[in-house]
């Protein structure tokens, strides 16, 4: 059974920095296409950085230079290191999974078939 849980959320400050974790049971983590997305109030979920077997990465634009996906499969989990944190990264981050090794540049949410719980990242001014 494929389990994700997320950690590391919580409240900094513009410019601060935050590692998310993400704790796959299940599966082996290094396997597959694992990715972050996130849900700012009254918005869709949005793919912003997902790495695959190869292993290779893939940002969306308003996070590539700022953010770091990477795997450690010792831990069987997935980080998001975030850096020069805004205001506007203020939402509920997910770690999902694809059922697949490759994640072939694609950040859609429909892509992704696991999914963790969230967990809030508040960014203040």
């Known amino acids: 059974q494929v389990q994700l849980a997320e950690s590391g959320g919580g409240s900094v400050q513009t410019g601060g920095s935050l590692r998310l974790s993400c704790a796959a049971s299940g599966f082996n983590v290094s396997s597959y296409c694992v990715g972050w997305f996130r849900q700012a109030p009254g918005k869709e979920r949005e793919g912003i950085a997902a790495?695959?077997?190869?292993?290779?990465?893939i940002y969306t634009d308003s996070v590539r230079g700022r953010f770091s996906i990477s795997v450690d499969s010792s831990t069987n989990s997935l980080y998001l290191q975030m850096n020069t944190l805004k205001p506007e990264d203020t939402a509920v981050y997910y770690c999902?999974?694809?059922?697949?090794?490759?994640?072939?540049?694609?950040?859609?949410?429909?892509?992704?078939?696991?999914w963790g719980q969230g967990t809030q990242v508040t960014v203040s001014s």
């Open positions: 790495i695959d077997s190869l292993p290779s990465t």
């Open positions: 999902a999974a694809r059922a697949h090794w490759g994640c072939w540049e694609t950040l859609r949410r429909s892509a992704y078939a696991y």
